[in-house]
């Protein structure tokens, strides 16, 4: 980003392009979590449940990318070891050594919800600040609402007696 572009961001950089690199390495173990989870899945509802977390291993992938254009722009150098994603995470990693749907299900509900979390902080700090951070973030968000939404949805059919 030019001299200017980096000037309209009325934040400490600085600190947002860590904030954006921590963000960076939650989706990459989520990412990992989604599409190993894929894998293992086992038992009710499988293909289902296999289906929906490679659909969103696919969008945190697009997250990371999204998330390392805008660090690059901003000057800063995005993790660059695996290492470093497991150091700078927020919401960690889970392994879904239990690969019944249903354990698989709620291990990534919570890893949505700690996203959620993650962004809306995230957003917070570049409001009315950061236009351009703030309409990446706002667009990584709403997918990850949704992710939540679409896990929850699947988990109550589960719970529902079968007709
Ligand atoms: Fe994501
Ligand atoms: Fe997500
Ligand atoms: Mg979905």
């Avoid at 150098?77 to 695996?82: D, F, G, N, R």
């Avoid at 990693?93 to 700690?114: M, V």
């Avoid at 667009?139 to 896990?151: A, G, N, S, T």
Wanted: hydrophobic share 35%; charged share 30%; glycine share 6%.
């Amino acid at each position: 980003m030019g001299t200017k572009g980096r000037e309209i961001a009325g934040v400490d950089v600085k600190k947002l392009i860590k904030m954006l690199n921590k963000a960076y390495a939650d989706e990459w173990l989520a990412y990992y979590q989604y599409w190993v989870g894929a894998k293992v899945a086992s038992g009710r509802m499988r293909g289902i449940v296999a289906g929906e977390l490679e659909e969103h291993a696919v969008e945190e992938l697009k997250h990371a990318q999204m998330l390392t254009e805008r660090i690059l722009t901003l000057g800063g150098t995005p993790l660059l070891k695996p290492e470093d994603l497991l150091k700078e995470t927020n919401c960690g990693y889970d392994e879904p050594s239990d690969p019944s749907t249903k354990a698989l299900l709620k291990q990534n509900i919570k890893g949505e919800q700690c996203a959620i979390s993650t962004y809306k902080k995230l957003l917070d700090f570049v409001k009315d600040k950061d236009p351009i951070t703030y309409h990446l973030i706002l667009e990584i968000l709403e997918d990850e609402v949704e992710h939540e939404e679409d896990l929850e949805a699947i988990l109550s059919d589960m719970a529902s007696p079968v007709k």
